[in-house]
């Protein structure tokens, strides 16, 4: 009998069609992986009866014969997704103990699928962090290793426990949110793919808000045919998500035909950093002949403003996170310090959220309040703004001239070690995000795909970048690359 | 631009987060850091370039104002840490 684990979504869906396995039978083989795999502290608030429950309504769906593809597939869902009834705290102290009465439109529609949600995943504090060390449930730990070397890596973040999980193989797929690289770099450091689908193509409903015009969700899956299906699946216009696009979804699936002939890759000379690594370098060249070789046309472009892209982000991230975050005050859910003698209201706040938050997430929220105080709101966060309009239209003149998909390093390294980075500055890590902020601050699809090993034996990953809108093209371009590179590498167990 | 250890202070409290006082120095120089970082932004030209409203060129939707929602005292009282008689309850504000 094949290990049911490491089958992909696609596969499980055909196997389950055929009546080869019961989704019970799946999930009873996840849940099993999960109860080994807690040295990488990717599952942290686990739903064994849930699942089993939805398994058993799955099965009886397959048999009546209405199926759709993500029916009975057994999945992750990170924390900071509200699930109904099961304990989101988006990895912070301050959602301590909060159980929401709803769910999100993006875990609702996975649900209406019949996909099986085995459990919550680690992640950094409010999806604020590159390495899932800002978490409150601890590290998320990577399950590649450096060689023989047994030093714990970190999986990247913010979707840290969700990237873990699915290189692990401790669930078919996970959801991921993406407000810089939160997607494309966690799947880029543990050998997996994730997308970041156009702003607007899925719904933020009942998604814990970071920075609201960077915010998507999107699929880590396995390969990129598992992408499209649960992209297909979570996309979709929603009433209550006031950005959410009113488009319609196409069968993503079907646009993989692997032909590229005739397409139009952009490389753009300014992501060739100063001090890349050679690995990377190798890499983006190796992608970039691949490409050329399945028949795509390879152009030399310029986005000018890349440079800007970060210090942007660290402008507007920070301002939207201050005013979103201004919610958890101790009054309506979560964590409420406990009160001194005379203490008042504004005391309350000031311990709640002091006690609540952690270091990042502070650190964060006032840089956030200082750019948009009286004085230096103009000359930060308007000045960030219309740098930002610059990054955009840098891919819209791109995109104007025929480029149908830009292709770029998805990291500046591979993984690195849990703990490396706590004594550098916080622009060291700001700076694992170089490659992806962009995206999100133009409100493109990426798409993060595994392509190579580096000298230690780690996964690299390279970022595509589509047109507006264009998720199933750039998928279909992220096929071609999937299979021209035929990364099949698989960390060893030893957890 | 340089943040003192007031500014900081100041800061902390807009942002209703409490910081001991032995904490300012080291949370100064830490938004100092950022800021430097954030200081490229001056190099950049944005003469007669308008700041970003919406990513995506849509406008927002609007609705009809009328009540769509509601009648769940019950299930919004449900996460709050201390609630009675159907009200969140915080210390006293008013005298």
């Known amino acids: 009998m094949t290990d049911l684990t490491k089958l992909t979504l696609a596969g499980a869906r055909d196997k389950l069609r055929a009546g080869d396995v019961t989704s019970v039978e799946l999930t009873e083989a996840f849940l099993t992986a999960i109860d080994k795999a807690d040295a990488l502290n990717a599952f942290v608030h686990k739903t064994p009866e849930l699942a089993l429950e939805r398994a058993k309504a799955a099965d009886a769906r397959i048999q009546a014969g209405d199926a759709p593809d993500m029916c009975g597939l057994p999945i992750g869902i990170k924390d900071l997704f509200c699930t109904k009834g099961v304990p989101s705290q988006a990895a912070s102290r301050i959602l301590e103990g909060f159980t929401p009465e709803y769910e999100s439109t993006v875990s609702q529609k996975l649900e209406d699928a019949g996909a099986v949600m085995l459990g919550k995943l680690n992640m950094d504090e409010f999806a604020m962090g590159s390495s899932n060390e800002t978490s409150v449930y601890g590290n998320a730990i990577n399950p590649w290793r450096r060689g023989n070397d047994d030093a714990d890596l970190t999986p990247g973040g913010s979707s840290g426990g969700s990237a873990a999980a699915v290189a692990a193989d401790l669930c078919l797929a996970a959801t991921g949110t993406d407000t810089g690289g939160s997607i494309r770099q966690p799947a880029a450091f543990t050998g997996i793919t994730g997308i970041k689908p156009t702003y607007g193509r899925c719904s933020r409903w009942g998604v814990v808000a970071f920075a609201s015009s960077l915010d998507q969700a999107g699929p880590m899956t396995k390969d990129v045919r598992d992408a499209a299906i649960m992209l297909e699946a979570m996309c979709g216009h ?116 002091a006690e609540g938050f952690g270091h990042e997430v502070q650190r964060r929220v006032m840089v956030g309040t200082y750019v948009l105080s009286a004085g230096f709101y103009d000359a930060y966060y308007n000045r960030a703004r219309r740098v930002r309009t610059l990054i955009k239209q840098d891919f819209e003149n791109v995109f104007a001239q025929g480029i149908d998909a830009i292709l770029t390093p998805a990291t500046p390294s591979a993984a690195f070690g849990v703990g490396e980075m706590t004594d550098a500055d916080p622009i060291q890590m700001y700076l694992n995000d170089v490659f992806t902020v962009t995206v999100n601050l133009a409100g493109l699809p990426g798409v993060s795909v595994p392509t190579g090993l580096n000298d230690q034996g780690l996964p690299l990953g390279l970022q595509l970048i589509g047109r507006p809108w264009e998720e199933g093209d750039l998928l279909n371009t992220a096929y071609a690359l999937e299979q021209a590179a035929g990364f099949v590498a698989k960390p060893a167990q030893w957890w | 631009m340089s943040i003192d250890e007031s500014t900081a202070a100041k800061v902390a409290k807009l942002a209703r987060i409490k910081v001991e006082e032995d904490a300012l120095p080291a949370l100064a120089q830490e938004f100092n850091a950022v800021l430097g970082f954030i200081e490229q932004l001056n190099e950049v030209d944005v003469e007669g370039v308008e700041p970003m409203v919406s990513v995506t060129p849509m406008r927002l939707k609007r609705r009809e104002d009328v009540v769509t929602d509601g009648d769940q005292q019950e299930k919004v009282l449900s996460n709050a840490p201390d609630a009675r008689e159907g009200f969140f309850t915080v210390p006293k504000v008013v005298d």
């Open chain 1, 238 to 353: 929603d009433a209550k998500d006031s950005t959410s696009s009113e488009l319609a979804v196409p069968n993503f699936e079907a646009m993989l035909t692997g032909d590229i002939k005739g397409k139009k890759i952009g490389i753009p000379k300014e992501y060739r950093m100063d001090g890349m690594p050679a690995e990377i370098e190798k890499l983006w060249a190796e992608g970039t002949e691949m490409l050329k070789a399945a028949g795509a046309e390879i152009v030399d472009i310029s986005l000018p403003h890349t440079k800007y892209a970060l210090p942007a982000y660290y402008v507007i991230a920070p301002a939207e996170a201050s005013s979103n975050l201004a919610r958890y005050d101790g009054v309506r859910y979560g964590h409420r310090a406990t009160l001194g003698a005379g203490d008042g209201i504004t005391e309350m706040y000031e311990k709640t959220r």
